[in-house]
């Protein structure tokens, strides 16, 4: 028996040193730039509608519609809110690292961060632009698991910078393409504060590949959750006029 037991060991020994040495020679910044690179339209410009219906307990479900326009290569940004009605015409501009928000109903622009929920939903602004894991993040840990049906990477990260919205990220990744399933954000303090669902649904646009609806989950307040759906994607020049305080003055 113990001859056996012995036997066993050695060889669930031997499958965990395979399985660790498989897992030093993957190149996870690699896999970060890819998963960057499937959100990154380069030169052609990027706008698109997101629905996101937010529930609270005991509130009856409420419905915010931003449109997204993106200059990915010169990280510029426009978030434009057309619902609901009270909120409509407010936006904010991001260009290069100057984020401005403005109000219609004062005419008025102030200094924000992409940091900002949208509307009081579980979604930041930084949520909307491209994908920079590699560049603001780096690897601390690294391992590997199943979500679903999909063998996946779990990646955790830690912030480079304190531009980003989170200090520490665990991604999980599907093995056969570079495309988050699931990101949970944690506080400083190592606090779960938000869980993200990628769920496995994708509009195609580009050559690229866009999640065609996410979850966002409150960690803190229990039973507050988002659900982001994507549609009116759109791939082409826009006017250079777009990315400008002008454009969100005159647009409603």
């Keep these: 028996m113990k001859r056996i037991l012995m036997i066993i060991a050695v060889v669930a020994a031997a499958l965990a040193g395979a399985t660790g040495a498989f897992a030093a020679t993957t190149d996870f910044k690699a896999i970060l730039r ?16 997101y629905n996101i219906v937010s529930e609270k307990p005991d509130e009856n479900p409420s419905t915010t519609q931003v449109k997204i326009f993106r200059r990915d290569q010169h990280n510029q940004i426009v978030i434009l809110l057309q ?22 109903e004062s005419g008025n622009f102030s ?19 491209r994908y920079t894991f590699a560049d603001d993040y780096t690897i601390t840990q690294s391992g590997e698991g199943k979500l679903g049906a999909y063998d996946v990477w779990i990646l955790t990260l830690e912030a480079k910078n304190n531009e980003v919205s989170y ?72 006017p250079d006029s777009t990315f400008s305080k002008s454009f969100l003055e005159r647009v409603q």
């Design 167 to 238: 200090q520490k990220v665990r991604l999980t990744i599907r093995k056969d393409k570079p495309l988050p399933l699931k990101e949970e954000d944690f506080s400083v303090s190592d606090r779960l504060m938000r869980t993200i669902l990628f769920l496995p649904t994708y509009v195609e646009a580009g050559g690229k590949l866009i999640p065609a609806k996410i979850k966002m989950i409150d960690e803190i307040s229990k039973g507050n959750q988002s659900v982001l759906t994507i549609s009116d994607v759109a791939i082409g020049k826009l």
């Design 34 to 49: 890819n998963i960057d690179s499937m959100q990154d339209f380069g030169k052609q410009d990027y706008s698109a509608v």
């Design 83 to 104: 619902k609901p009605d009270k909120q409509k015409g407010q936006g904010y501009l991001k260009i290069d690292d100057n984020v401005w928000f403005y109000d219609p």
């Design 111 to 129: 200094h924000s961060t992409m940091k900002e929920n949208i509307n009081n939903t579980d979604a930041k602004s930084s949520d909307f632009k």
